[in-house]
């Protein structure tokens, strides 16, 4: 088993930053692609981004990319969610997820374990 928490999250003027992490306990994440999801109220969880597990290739949703950067610290069991230029459609909790496989992923189905996710809210 693999246990996440999501922190970093907030309320953010547009045009801001923040960080988002996800430490991971029970087990190391180096085996793990790791995911960053999102789910607005009354919509569907969606793929922001995910990193493979030697942090070497990333993927990220065209509605964040070149304003997120995904990273990770294996030795740290931590994933991070850098997310730049923040947008009121950014709004929504981000969760984390870990899954096992040789390509990363942007189905949330493929994911086996997940966060309860943090609360990211942008204000126009």
């Known amino acids: 088993q693999v246990q996440l928490v999501e922190s970093g999250g907030g309320l953010v003027q547009a045009g801001g930053s923040l960080r988002l992490s996800c430490a991971a306990s029970?087990?190391?994440?180096?085996?793990?692609?790791m995911g960053w999801f999102r789910q607005a109220p009354g919509k569907e969880r969606e793929f922001v981004g995910a990193i493979s597990r030697s942090g070497g290739r990333t993927s990220y949703a065209d509605s964040v990319k070149g304003r997120f950067t995904i990273s990770r610290s294996n030795a740290e069991n931590t994933v991070y969610l850098q997310m730049n230029n923040l947008k009121p459609e950014d709004t929504a909790v981000y969760f984390c997820?870990?899954?096992?496989?040789?390509?990363?992923?942007?189905?949330?189905?493929?994911?086996?374990?997940w966060g309860q996710g943090t609360q990211v809210t942008v204000s126009s």
């Open positions: 029970g087990r190391t994440i180096s085996n793990y692609n």
């Open positions: 997820a870990a899954a096992l496989g040789v390509q990363i992923t942007t189905t949330p189905n493929t994911y086996m374990y």
